[in-house]
């Protein structure tokens, strides 16, 4: 398993060169990807229950 951001020309590389290996997206990064696009006003209870998510 690789995990990694997703960029495109890295994922492109990865699954070029490791054929049989599974991808993955970072926590962080996806945390980051999905907090980009919520708006930051009245959404303090979705940011916090989407953290949530990831905490063990």
Do not use: Y
């Not at 993955?24 to 006003?41: A, E, G, W, Y």
């Not at 959404?43 to 229950?49: H, L, Q, W």
């Amino acid at each position: 398993m690789i995990i990694s951001n997703s960029h495109k020309g890295l994922v492109k590389a990865i699954k070029e060169t490791f054929v049989n290996v599974i991808w993955q997206i970072c926590q962080v990064h996806f945390l980051r990807n999905i907090l980009s696009k919520t708006p930051k006003k009245n959404t303090e209870e979705f940011r916090k229950d989407i953290k949530a998510l990831f905490k063990i």
